[in-house]
């Protein structure tokens, strides 16, 4: 489904607008990444349906604006973690390098319990 509002969305580049450098070598994409969509203002007013499009899309590393109909759509608008929950003491234990690990709780991304903590 489009977005029909601002943020951040999970999409799928899936043609880029005629003006994009490079965009017959950038479309289509192989991977889903995160674009923001913004609302379009044309002369410093919101656009109505028939003057321009209503939402601008932007991707990283891409300067040309594109537009809705130029991906798939996934999740959004995407919602900020709250702070509280970010985890600040985080260790990577050597014989395990893809387990993140609170070192208050053992408590590890892709682990459960932490097997190596002492």
């Known amino acids: 489904m489009k977005p029909t509002k601002p943020g951040f969305y999970w999409a799928l580049w899936t043609t880029a607008t005629e003006s994009t450098p490079e965009?017959?070598?950038?479309?289509?994409?192989?991977d889903w990444e995160v674009v923001e969509v913004w609302e379009n203002f044309l002369i410093g007013e919101p656009c109505e349906a028939d003057a321009c499009e209503k939402w601008g899309v932007s991707v990283t590393g891409v300067s040309t604006t594109q537009w809705l109909e130029n991906f798939q759509w996934g999740d959004g608008p995407l919602v900020r973690p709250d702070p509280k929950s970010k985890v600040?003491?985080?260790?990577?234990?050597?014989?395990?390098?893809?387990?993140?690990?609170?070192?208050?709780?053992?408590?590890c991304e892709k682990a459960g319990k932490c097997h190596h903590r002492g």
């Open 23 to 30: 965009g017959d070598e950038l479309t289509p994409a192989r």
């Open 88 to 107: 600040v003491d985080v260790y990577s234990h050597p014989d395990c390098p893809f387990h993140y690990c609170d070192s208050a709780t053992g408590d």
